[in-house]
């Protein structure tokens, strides 16, 4: 029989490319998001690329106790994705306790809806944010993390230990994956999916997609007097299908009894540093265009430098990244000029 995967903000730009792989994979997907940060072309795009129609989707806030218990009890869940929750740094800074109650509290009522129903597989979907400014690069999970530079970056630290804590009290009942991602970037390859940024960008693949279809006039790269090779931070931008693939394979490790530890962790990242002016110059030569772009002032809380050390995955999942920056800037522009009608 088929195991069924719960993907909490599954309608969104990870959720719903991780939906689609985990369906190509052969595992039942139920999606349940409340499209308060994503409109429904993704979800209808899902529904395209893996010719289904019928999709089990529950429109709902995980933040209502009471429909997350629902839920559990409505299917038989053999593991849990956990997206739903909001992610603009800034706008964390400006309404801290908008991010601390959504955030928090509707991962806790997944943690005690599985519990309650029996137990589960809960893959956490953590950030490279985490590991701050680290002292050397690239980090491998054992890099100390770092005090949080935004309550959006705290509440990915605080679910972090949540999760720990409950899998080491649930005698055996909540097993627990972390993933920390580092830069997902692109789109799908059949253009159906991708990011759907509300408003002015705030990561720089959108906006450098939206500045070349002209809907933004100049791209402002944040700094250039960094201590790094060409003065421009360095990241690990990983594309979202090698992404949305590791989920695949940390539900299967779950769902497989393969696991060490009762709460692992993982690092999901190329191990490729890429400078923001090395990111802007091949998406130029790949997509055979100019971008209108100038240097502007260091944005407040950027770090430097960081990159992964993906070893782990590498070995223990069997999972790595296969696309080039190149494969992935191409998906992406596909994507802007698809959202555009062109
Ligand atoms: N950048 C620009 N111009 C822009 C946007 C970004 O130069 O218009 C630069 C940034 O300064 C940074 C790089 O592009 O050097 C990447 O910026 P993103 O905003 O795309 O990504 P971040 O590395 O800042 O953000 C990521 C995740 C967040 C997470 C954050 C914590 O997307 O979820 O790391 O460091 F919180």
Request: charged residues 25%.
């Amino acid at each position: 029989m088929k195991k069924t995967v719960l993907v909490s903000g599954g309608a969104g730009f990870i959720g719903s490319h991780v939906t689609v792989e985990l369906i190509e994979a052969g595992y039942e997907v139920v999606v349940a998001d409340n499209f308060s940060n994503c409109d429904r072309t993704c979800f209808e795009g899902v529904k395209k690329i893996t010719g289904r129609d019928d999709i089990p989707f529950e429109e709902m806030d995980f933040c209502d106790a009471e429909a997350v218990d629902k839920l559990f009890g409505k299917y038989h869940i053999d593991a849990v994705i956990h997206f739903a929750a909001f992610k603009a740094v800034g706008e964390s800074v400006a309404k801290p306790l908008m991010y601390y109650k959504n955030n928090l509290l509707s991962f806790m009522n997944v943690l005690e809806a599985a519990q309650k129903h029996g137990g589960c597989n809960v893959l956490f979907s953590s950030s490279a944010t985490v590991y701050g400014e680290p002292k050397s690069v690239p980090v491998t999970e054992d890099t100390p993390r770092q005090p949080a530079m935004s309550p959006y970056g705290n509440t990915k630290t605080m679910c972090e230990d949540i999760l720990q804590d409950t899998v080491k009290a649930s005698d055996g009942l909540i097993k627990g994956i972390l993933l920390r991602y580092f830069n997902p970037i692109g789109a799908h390859p059949s253009a159906l999916i991708g990011e759907l940024p509300r408003g002015v960008p705030n990561n720089l693949v959108p906006f450098i997609t939206q500045t070349a279809i002209g809907k933004r006039e100049c791209l402002s790269i944040f700094g250039n007097d960094y201590p790094t090779p060409d003065g421009t931070c360095q990241r690990d931008y990983i594309d979202i299908v090698d992404l949305a693939k590791a989920h695949v394979f940390a539900v299967t490790r779950m769902i497989e009894g393969k696991m060490k530890e009762p709460c692992e962790v993982f690092n999901v990242g190329t191990g490729r540093p890429v400078s923001v002016l090395e990111l802007v110059n091949a998406f130029e030569k790949v997509n055979n265009l100019k971008l209108n772009y100038k240097f502007a002032a260091r944005r407040p809380g950027d770090v430097t430098a960081i990159w992964a050390d993906p070893t782990k995955a590498n070995t223990e999942m069997g999972w790595k990244a296969t696309r080039t920056v190149e494969e992935t800037l191409k998906a992406a522009w596909a994507w802007e000029k698809h959202i555009a009608g062109k």
